[in-house]
């Protein structure tokens, strides 16, 4: 009775008897009580007199337990009709002359909080370089969104995480509901019942999924008002062509049903910043992408050794794109249920682009995917951009 205490005491001054909640029913979110933010009674027992007290829940020292979000898991099932399963998908991109494997499979739980050690450390520039545009820019921002006629936006927060982007700008967005979404299960739960508790009275939806295979989200996602979160550079992880299909998908009303963007993109600096920042001192981003090849293990069923690849990390200006590789260190084979490869001294597994982009070349393919009304921020040197784009 700790946290009515106070508000009793604020009403009717110390020692007036005793106080307490009531919630409205109708206004209660599944499961979750302390989410009836507008329906709040606080009835205070007075020797003499009663007061009855309409209060919001937000008061200080009114210390109830956190609402729970939903959560949807959609990862296990297919997310489109011609979806395939991920170790077909494994075995595929294993079995082509030149070997690959989707950058998507970095992130299980030990490869998220990998990626968040990468974030904090001194090479990665892009992470906090982005926070600096988002913290100098977001009056700016939350103004594009009002000029489009969007206040009280449904935030989308794709590959959302440990959704620490997101939760920075919930108070300058003020969404009406928040929806992280990640392949990554298990982690993103964690997360938004973080944001929850940060947040109580948000509207939270996380939802499971791998939505580089379709865009259509569960019904309980709202439909209006939809404004895309896609920072970090995650679009760059697509070829130029995927993330023009990708960003087509989230504008088409009936897929994504963007409202608008608001998108976080790497741009092209010079060879030696880019490398040092996918091939750093610790060799934190070895073993991200190392860990790479426990995931498959578990997928497949393969026997990769993880101690017999090498990391490499180059700038392909042709392509403008950071290529991640995994080197074999000499021949050796490896084998999966119904499948084998050999690999000789040297071959490589390619694990992941990294696209870097002008601020023209992105402001294009906005347009192409149908965006309009195109704004961006930059930091001072030029090296990260977050754009607003509206449907
Ligand atoms: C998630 N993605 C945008 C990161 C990037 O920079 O391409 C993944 C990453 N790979 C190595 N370091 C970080």
Redesign the pocket.
Known sequence: MLATEGIRDAVSGPGAGHAWLWFHPLCAKRNSPTNAVTGLLLKCLHPFETFILNLPLNLPGLALAPASPQFINRYSEPATGQAISAAQELADGLGDAAASVS?KY?YDALGSRL?EA??ELDE?Y?TRTEAGIFEAAHGPMAQALADAGIRRPCLIDL?AGNCAKASRLIPHLQPQQYVPVDISVDFLRGAAEQVQSAFPALDIVGVGMDFSAGLILPPEVQQRDRVFFYP???L??FSPEQALAFLRRMADPAQGQASGLLLGI?LVKDKATLEA??DDALGV?AV??KNLLRHVNRLLGSDFDARQWRHL?LFNESESR?E?HLQAQKNLSVRWPGGERMFRGGERIHT?S?YKYTVASMSGLLRRAGFTQISYWTDPKDWFAVFWAAV
Request: charged fraction near 10%; hydrophobic fraction near 35%.
């Open positions: 950058p970095f990626f990468i974030t990665y892009p590959g970090g550079s995650s760059g992880n790497d920042a996918y981003t991200f992408n990390a950071i991640m992941e990294s």
